[in-house]
């Protein structure tokens, strides 16, 4: 069994060291078909600047960034 990814380390204000880059937040527009890790197939309903809500066939998700586990297609 292989163990899972660590999670990123938080950057403190206080530290000598330069601060990671940013890292791009996809946008997505309303009418999009998404693939999501756990949920499936589905497509965006609505795409504001803090979230997207995909539906999953019957299921409506409501996501905020970063949108890791949710794919384009």
Known sequence: ????PAAPRRHLPSSP???PAA????????GDRVSHDKYGL?????AGQQTVTV???SERIRMAP?????TRL
């Open 17 to 19: 060291f330069a601060a």
């Open 55 to 57: 539906e999953f066939g």
């Open 42 to 46: 589905g497509r965006v309903l609505d």
């Open 66 to 70: 970063p949108y890791s586990r949710l």
């Open 23 to 30: 890292q791009a937040v996809e946008v997505f527009e309303v």
């Open 1 to 4: 069994m292989t163990p899972s």
